[in-house]
């Protein structure tokens, strides 16, 4: 079974300023995926980045990255130059070759001050 | 291309009353999700389609929801009869396939459910 574990609830950061957003996962397959997602206040689920088992580079996208560090199975989720519109639920999920289902954490909640 | 919809985007009814939503995936997607998402918390899937054949339905409440994907596009998911604790936010998501670790899920905007 997968199981994935984001420990902050809550996190605030000044516009302009970088933040990092943790995740930690398990999973016993080898083969597997993982998903960082965006959910405003108007709660639409939206797709940020993807970073796979096998993937030797860390995956960004514009101002998204992923430290994705394996051998403490963690995959967390960094957001440079924060922008107001960056205030929403972030969930972290993971998917692998056996479970096929993408399994969600608990989300961490961020608001960028101006 | 046009997204993933959901209706009705709202739904308030009473306990013990039924209540049925709908969801057209992306163009082209086989696999077709339902999450439920409570207050507060991350989504949990309900239901997983591969075009019309359920794939895993293992948590889905079968005493009382049941989901269709007609044709292997359109689905619909049914709750029947309401309590107060499926009160949460549906979400209809879908993508290329299932067999794929590294295709992402598109999600709808979902249907908030208020059962009072």
């Known amino acids: 079974a997968q199981k994935i574990t984001q420990t902050q609830p809550g996190m605030f950061v000044q516009e302009k300023e970088a933040v990092t957003l943790d995740c930690t996962y398990d999973t016993s397959d080898q083969s597997y995926g993982l998903f960082w997602y965006k959910q405003p206040s108007s709660g639409e689920m939206i797709f940020l980045i993807y970073?796979?088992?096998?993937?030797?580079q860390n995956a960004t996208e514009g101002r998204y990255s992923l430290n994705f560090q394996k051998a403490r199975k963690s995959a967390n989720l960094v957001i440079s130059a924060s922008q107001l519109g960056d205030s929403a639920m972030y969930f972290c999920?993971?998917?692998?070759?056996?479970?096929?289902?993408?399994?969600f954490g608990s989300g961490t909640q961020l608001t960028v001050l101006p | 291309e046009a997204g993933v919809a959901q209706s009705p985007r709202y739904k308030i009814i009473e306990k013990r009353q039924s209540v049925a939503f709908w969801c057209n995936p992306i163009?082209?997607?086989?696999?077709l999700y339902w999450y439920q998402q409570i207050l507060g918390q991350g989504p949990k899937l309900l239901i997983q389609f591969q075009n019309n054949g359920v794939v895993d339905d293992s948590q889905l409440p079968k005493d009382r929801f049941s989901a269709e994907r007609l044709k292997g596009v359109d689905s619909t998911l049914k709750i029947q009869p309401a309590k107060l604790e499926d009160s949460a936010v549906y979400l209809c998501?879908?993508?290329?396939?299932?067999?794929?670790?590294?295709?992402?899920?598109?999600f709808g905007n979902g249907t908030r459910l208020t059962v009072t």
């Open positions: 970073q796979g088992s096998y993937d030797e």
């Open positions: 163009s082209g997607h086989a696999t």
């Open positions: 998501a879908s993508s290329l396939t299932v067999d794929r670790v590294n295709s992402p899920l598109h």
């Open positions: 999920a993971s998917r692998s070759g056996s479970a096929r289902q993408l399994t």
